[in-house]
Antibody, heavy 120, light 110 residues
Framework: QVQLVESGGGVVQPGRSLRLSCVASGFTFSSCAMLWVRQAPGKGLEWLSFIWWDGTHDDYAESVKGRFTISRDNSKNTLYLQMNSLRVEDTGLYYC?????????????WGQGTLVTVSS | QSVLTQPPSVSAAPGQKVTISCSGSSSNVGNNYVSWYQQLPGTAPKLLIYDNNKRPAGIPDRFSGSKSGTSATLGITGLQTGDEADYYCVTWDNSLSAGVFGGGTKLTVL
């Protein structure tokens, strides 16, 4: 069965960095585009970053552009989110998700999330 | 303020029908597929509808999706207390070159 397991969250001071990982199993990871989404406490879902199946193209929300970098290692079935210059408003639960099929921009499997808290 | 506008809340009685709208523009809803997600309290989102109106395997036909112009709609019939959740629409925005979520709608089954 498809599984996505995020890790790497924690408590970090403003201005510091953190790298999240999402380990995939149960499907051909190298054939699927992937997405990072976050949810601030008590708030809605926020689209963050998207990467093509082969890692050759990525996109970012304005709120994280220039600070966050999405990447993937298809040999390790792992998706990453490098988060630099973290701000208090980056606090939230970070989910990775798998695109259902190329071009649909719909996501049929999600991890359970990893919590990031940015606080001094 | 989200690019996609959803009503903050909707409510209906068990067994009734409810619709949730997702209003956008020609740069997003009007020219891209819309998908819908259900998020039960304390859980990850779950795909309900993709490509505007298709249901993944295992999603009951009580859930339906439609799109007209720059608005999409999620319909839920035969409401159950277990349908109480937050519902989100999402699509690609050609102007932003990024995806966008609606602000979410909290469904209460009275």
């Amino acid at each position: 069965q498809v599984q996505l397991v995020e890790s790497g969250g924690g408590v970090v001071q403003p201005g510091r960095s953190l790298r999240l990982s999402c380990v995939a199993s149960g499907f051909t990871f190298s054939s699927c585009a992937m997405l990072w989404v976050r949810q601030a406490p008590g708030k809605g879902l926020e689209w963050l970053s998207f990467i093509w199946w082969d890692g050759t193209h990525d996109d970012y929300a304005e709120s994280v552009k220039g600070r966050f970098t999405i990447s993937r290692d298809n040999s390790k079935n792992t998706l990453y989110l490098q988060m630099n210059s973290l701000r208090v408003e980056d606090t939230g639960l970070y989910y990775c998700a798998k695109e259902r099929n190329i071009g649909s921009h719909s996501f049929d499997h999600w991890g359970q999330g990893t919590l990031v808290t940015v606080s001094s | 303020q989200s690019v996609l506008t959803q009503p903050p809340s909707v409510s209906a009685a068990p067994g009734q029908k409810v619709t949730i709208s997702c209003s956008g523009s020609s740069s997003n809803v009007g020219n891209n597929y819309v998908s819908w997600y259900q998020q039960l309290p304390g859980t990850a989102p779950k795909l309900l509808i993709y490509d505007n109106n298709k249901r993944p395997a295992g999603i009951p036909d009580r859930f339906s999706g439609s799109k007209s112009g720059t608005s999409a709609t999620l319909g839920i019939t035969g409401l159950q207390t277990g349908d109480e959740a937050d519902y989100y629409c999402v699509t690609w925005d050609n102007s932003l070159s990024a995806g966008v979520f609606g602000g979410g709608t909290k469904l209460t089954v009275l």
